[in-house]
């Protein structure tokens, strides 16, 4: 051997037993095993969204990149730690993003106002055996997100403030999830009146799996402190959806024949919780409304359809709410029906989805399109009809879409009770954007 290879082998050597020395050092540091384990987060997109709504003369023009960063450490002593920023500039700011402030009226609104804040900061410990223990601000998509959830449509997230402990015991089919959150932040941002809603918030489920489904029973109980005027309008006071709200869900698939049948069906039962004040002497039972969902979906190779009915009574004074809920993802893209109508909303509707692979350069495209009709739960109102539809290819990290929603209202019935405010309004919504996930 040679003298160069021979100090060349030395200094190979010598440099394994460093790296060596440095993963035992580690390995024995559960902090620093933890940072050497770091795994960054980064979230961009990038959106532009067109809003026709009558009888405004402008139209919504709003383009905004949303990024979050952040970084989720390994565990030390069964714990990581997360951290993310959300950073929301838009570039074409032709739109109202935050109906609380009198500013841009006349346009229609898009709720993605600037904002620059601190979305994620939390720790999570798994040392109680089949327990997940989450303590700091984090996202939380509890079922089938209608009613918490974290409004993942929208430029800024929304996150909670809360302590989540789940647990699956003996590693088995149940699953129990309770939390308990002190303020929600919304995705008008840090700088909008209700921009965040305080107070004692509890979520809790108990579900089972059986091999046909899960049952779920829940229990949601909402007491928020007031936001009182001249900081928001009367109607905007968190106070007045102070409620609790009790159901069960059921949800599942099987095969038949060559088809896969899914089925969900949900029912709850909501009333008045905390300081409320709308409920008086006078009407105590002004917040009583049931809430049902049946949804069935034939899937067949690549294609599915889906139909489904969903009710939210409403008494004729208040509908039932969900404040909570990724709202987007029920009742249309359009999101006419974010507030229950007083006279409730039945949605009876019928979604195709088609999803192929490898087309062309794209990992997997997939298009939707859906329909909906609307009515008032309560005397049967003809609100109005909705058709959706989009387009979205994904190619490695990166995905594109394409997004439609059309709302018509049915113009015979213009004058009911059950028709009232924004439900009057013809609404066209348009989205394109790209996501870049990693």
Partial sequence: MSMWNAKRSKKLLTACTLLLSAAQAMSANPIMGAVGEIKPLVDVRVRYENVEQVPLVEEADAG?????????????????????????????????????????????????????????????????????????????????????????????????????????????????????????????????????????????????????????????????????????????????????????????????????????????????????????????????NDYYLAELTATYKQFSLLLGNEVLEGNGTVGFSAPLGTLHKFQGWVDKFLTTPAFGIDDKYATFTTLFKGVGPFDTVTAIAAYHTYDSELMSFDYGDEINFSLAAKWQRFTGMIKYGDYKIDTPILATPGNAGSLLNDTKKLWVQVDFVW
């Fill in 64 to 288: 905004t990149i949303r990024a979050r960063l952040g970084i989720e450490t390994g565990k030390a002593w069964n714990t990581a730690l997360l951290v993310e920023g959300e950073f929301v500039t838009p570039w074409l700011t032709d739109y109202r993003p935050d109906p609380s402030v009198p500013t841009m009226t006349a346009y229609p609104v898009v709720p993605d106002p600037e904002a620059y804040e601190l979305n994620r900061l939390h720790l999570t410990n798994t040392s109680i055996a089949n327990t997940t223990i989450t303590l700091g601000r984090q996202r939380l998509n509890i079922d089938d997100q209608r009613f918490v959830g974290n409004v993942g449509w929208r430029q800024n997230e929304q996150t909670f403030d809360a302590l989540r402990v789940v647990n699956k015991p003996g590693g088995g089919n149940f699953t129990f999830d309770a939390t308990y959150s002190n303020r929600v932040n919304r995705i008008f941002g840090d700088d909008s009146p209700q921009g965040d809603y305080k107070g004692d918030l509890f979520f809790g489920n108990a579900a089972y799996q059986f091999k046909i489904g899960k049952l779920t029973a829940f229990g949601y109980f909402l007491d928020f402190d007031p936001i009182l005027p001249p900081v928001v309008a009367a109607g905007l006071n968190p106070a007045r959806v102070s409620t609790q709200t009790l159901g069960v869900r059921f949800a599942g698939e099987r095969p038949l024949s060559k088809f896969k049948l899914g089925y969900a069906a949900s029912y709850a039962m909501q009333d008045d919780h905390g300081a409320n004040p709308l409920v008086t002497a006078a009407s105590p039972d002004t917040l009583e």
